[in-house]
C-alpha cells in the first residue's frame, strides 16, 4: 500500500490510500482533500497511520530520521525542482554581458528562457512554470514587452553597445 497525492482542476489535493494487486492498482481509501500545505501534511500523516492500522503491523525499527526524510521526500513536487543547467550557462552570460545591472526580474526570465527554448509567449509561460516554478501570466509578459519596448529599450541597447566596445 502506498499514498497517492492527486491534484484537482480546482487546485485541490485528494491523498488516497492506493494497493496493487495483480497489476492493477486500487483506491483504498481517500483521506480526504485540502488546498494548504499544512493541510496535506496532516492528510499524509493520517494516511501513513491508516495503512499501519490497515497491515495490523507496527514497525519495529523505525527512527526518527526515517520519518524526517519520509516528510522531505513526500513534500517534495514538480514545482519545487527545478531546471537549473539554463540558468547556470545563460545566466552568467547575461550578467557578463551587463544585464544583470537591469533590476526587472521578468526580464531576466525572458531573456534566459528564450534562449534555452525559443517558444511563443504562451510556451515561455509554460516553460517557466514547469521548469522554474514561476507563475508568471501572459498578459504579464505582454505588459512588460510595453514596458520593455517604451522605457528599457534604450538602457538594452547601451548595455549591449558597451558590451561590443569591450570586446576584442
Known amino acids: 500500500m502506498f499514498i ?10 485528494s491523498i488516497q490510500i492506493i494497493s496493487k494487486s495483480r497489476g492493477a492498482y486500487k483506491v483504498i481509501k481517500t483521506v480526504g482533500c485540502a488546498t494548504q500545505r499544512h493541510a496535506i501534511e496532516r492528510l499524509k500523516h493520517l494516511a501513513r497511520q491508516e495503512i499501519e492500522r490497515l497491515q495490523s503491523q507496527s514497525q519495529l525499527f523505525k527512527s526518527e530520521q526515517d520519518e524526517l526524510i519520509e516528510d522531505v521526500i513526500s513534500s517534495l513536487s514538480n514545482s519545487s525542482v527545478s531546471t537549473i543547467g539554463p540558468e547556470l550557462i545563460f545566466g552568467r552570460i547575461y ?6 545591472h537591469i533590476k526587472e526580474e521578468l526580464f531576466r526570465h525572458l531573456v534566459i528562457s528564450r534562449l534555452a527554448f525559443p517558444l511563443s509567449k504562451l510556451k515561455t509561460t509554460e516553460y517557466l512554470y514547469r521548469y522554474q516554478g514561476k507563475m508568471i501570466d501572459v498578459d504579464a509578459i505582454y505588459r512588460f514587452l510595453d514596458k520593455l519596448s ?15 566596445l569591450r570586446t576584442p
Open 95 to 100: 550578467d557578463y554581458i551587463g544585464f544583470g
Open 4 to 13: 497517492r497525492e492527486n491534484k484537482n482542476r480546482s487546485g485541490s489535493v
Open 150 to 164: 517604451s522605457g528599457l529599450k534604450a538602457v538594452v541597447e547601451q548595455i549591449a553597445f558597451a558590451h561590443t
